[in-house]
């Protein structure tokens, strides 16, 4: 896995955790797709649920759901954590 700082692919991201996109790896097309659903360095996203195979993501006010080899292209920064 490769990350940078505090940088880490949403998959690995928990639950409620409200982060921010920095960049997507992957192919052009991937970049391109995700984008296109909202997935653009500077948003804001939180996982609000995991099914095991794929993530419920919060955009906003939008919710969708990506599997997770396309959770794993979402490289974020963790802006807020839940107080342990």
Avoid: K
Wanted: proline share 4%; charged share 10%; net charge negative.
């Amino acid at each position: 896995m490769h990350m940078h700082n505090n940088h880490l692919p949403l998959l690995f991201v928990g639950q409620g955790v409200r982060t921010q996109l920095v960049s997507v790896s992957g192919s052009q097309r991937t970049a391109h797709r995700l984008a296109e659903l909202g997935f653009v360095p500077g948003v804001e996203l939180s996982v609000v649920a995991d099914s095991g195979s794929a993530l419920m993501i919060a955009v906003g006010d939008t919710r969708l759901a990506l599997g997770y080899p396309l959770a794993q292209a979402l490289l974020v920064a963790v802006l807020e954590t839940e107080a342990s």
